[in-house]
């Protein structure tokens, strides 16, 4: 039993990752679009992040407040949809 935890543990832990945002960090926000064949849009071509977002406010250690360059204030994101921009 130890040996398959361990074993399991390992191969989740390859792609787990730790999540350090800040307030004032510059992220761009992962983007779902539906696809349509009758409009002719394909979800495979669609750019996957849309932003860049500044955070406002970190609600939580998972969950993010963003506001875009404009000043308009987003729903709150989750940090796995977030990606630091350079």
């Known amino acids: 039993m130890a040996h398959s935890f361990d074993s ?3 191969y989740y832990n390859l792609r787990w990752r730790e999540y350090n945002f800040q ?11 539906p696809s349509s064949g009758m409009k002719g849009f394909s979800l495979k071509l ?8 500044s ?4 609600v939580s250690p998972v969950i993010l407040k963003l506001k875009d ?3 308009n204030i987003c729903e709150n994101v989750h940090v796995k949809h977030g990606k ?3």
Do not use: C, N, W
């Open 8 to 10: 399991q543990s390992h």
């Open 23 to 33: 307030v004032e960090d510059r992220v761009m926000k992962r983007q779902y679009f």
């Open 46 to 53: 669609a750019p996957k992040y849309v932003g860049p977002y």
């Open 55 to 58: 955070i406002i406010k970190v």
């Open 69 to 71: 360059d404009l000043g």
């Open 84 to 86: 630091l921009t350079v």
